[in-house]
């Protein structure tokens, strides 16, 4: 370069202008910070691109996480399906089958009404306007009730439909007990042939519907040198644990007392 410096000419109108040496000089001072930046970082870049990796994927799962919190408050649709928020239901595993058991197994007496009468609490419980409007129900006729927001319906949800169907039976079964305990009470028709019919029928399709795969074998009875009608099993099956569902629906159960029946507002 000091070759030129004593040519004013060159200087000027050379600018830009160099050897084939002072290009190759030029070049290599502009490579030099990089290379030395990249020697200087050579551990930096790697966390770099870490700390860059775990933000998107912090990103994403707060997005998904969003997404489930969101379904969770607003699933009780889909689809036409009613259904309990996500978060709400818990399930357990448990043996398939096991004996009868209290406080179930017992004589008809008020104790073991009061234990139905407990599980039953949430027979009735309050369906919300929109929820209808959502499963395309026709609400022409529809039963409505005073006491909540003002276009709430009752509504009920299937497992406790079986259970009050299986203790209308129950009941029949040991009806010189339950007939006069129950003489002179409303609503009697509920143990007529035809609500039997009905009640047993809903317990087949529903068995049917959810149909259990669960093994079941039988024992040798000696005695009778046939086998022994007590099946039983040692399959394991995953189940709804009744707390959980009962818990929620409890929080819409129709208390007595507090609602009124009534029709259908023409203004719903």
Known sequence: MEKHSEDSGDRLLGRGVYSDDGLEESRDIQRRPARSWLRTNALSLPIVFLLLYIAILQTIQLSNKSSKCAATHHSEIDDGH????KDALKYEER?????????????????????????????????????????????????????????DYVGVLGAYHHLHCLNNIRRLLSWDYYGPKLAGEKHLEGFSREHSDHCIDTIRQALMCHANTGLYTSEWDEETKLPSRNLKSNSVTTCVRWDSLNDWARQRALRPGQYKYQPRRPSS
Do not use: C
């Not at 009613?82 to 928020?85: E, G, K």
């Open 82 to 85: 009613f259904t309990l928020p």
């Open 95 to 151: 043996p398939e089958w096991y004996p009868p058991q209290l406080p179930w197994k017992q004589e008809p007496s008020d104790a073991l009404d009061d234990i139905w009468d407990d599980a039953l609490y949430s027979l009735n419980i309050r369906i919300g306007d929109d929820e209808l409007s959502l499963l395309n129900e026709n609400k022409t006729n529809r039963v409505q009730i005073t006491g909540g927001k003002g276009n």
